[in-house]
């Protein structure tokens, strides 16, 4: 099984940036543990802080993976391109955030990819990605 992890603008800086909502530890570090966790799975990771580039990654990734992992970070409450890009694909894509956006501020309630996901997962810090993951065994 192929799973795509996609993470979108400035999920790069997890392990600095706010670490009281988002964790001190980097994705590289549990993207390795995920992979030892699920050496069945063959995992890849990309992120992008440009929403162009994480459409492009989607439609390349259409057919060519079995389901892909989507944190669109703020792009998630912004962009109609990547809701549209999620509705064009035919390979599942499951939501994810590591924060709980539903307790936050009412921006980021909204949501342009939950309703063509194949579900949504949130607030599990990056054990979300695990959950997900999950979902597609
Ligand atoms: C996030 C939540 C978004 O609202 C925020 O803009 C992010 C991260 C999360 O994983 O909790 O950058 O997607």
């Known amino acids: 099984m192929k799973i795509l992890i996609i993470n979108g603008p400035n999920l790069n800086l997890l392990g600095s940036r706010e670490p009281g909502t988002y964790g001190s530890e980097t994705f590289d570090s549990y993207f390795q543990k995920l992979k030892e966790n699920f050496p069945e799975v063959e995992l890849t990771y990309f992120q992008s802080n440009i929403e162009g580039e994480l459409i ?11 389901g892909i992992i989507l944190n669109a970070a703020a792009y998630t409450h912004t962009s109609i391109g990547i809701g549209d890009a999620v509705k064009a694909i035919t390979t599942p894509v499951v939501e994810v955030h590591i924060s709980n956006t539903s307790a936050r501020e009412e ?31």
């Open 107 to 137: 921006f980021r309630h909204r949501s342009f990819i939950a309703p063509n996901a194949k579900g949504v997962i949130l607030g599990f810090g990056l054990q979300s990605y695990k959950l997900a993951l999950y979902s597609f065994l």
């Open 56 to 66: 492009n990654k989607l439609q390349a990734a259409d057919k060519e993976v079995d």
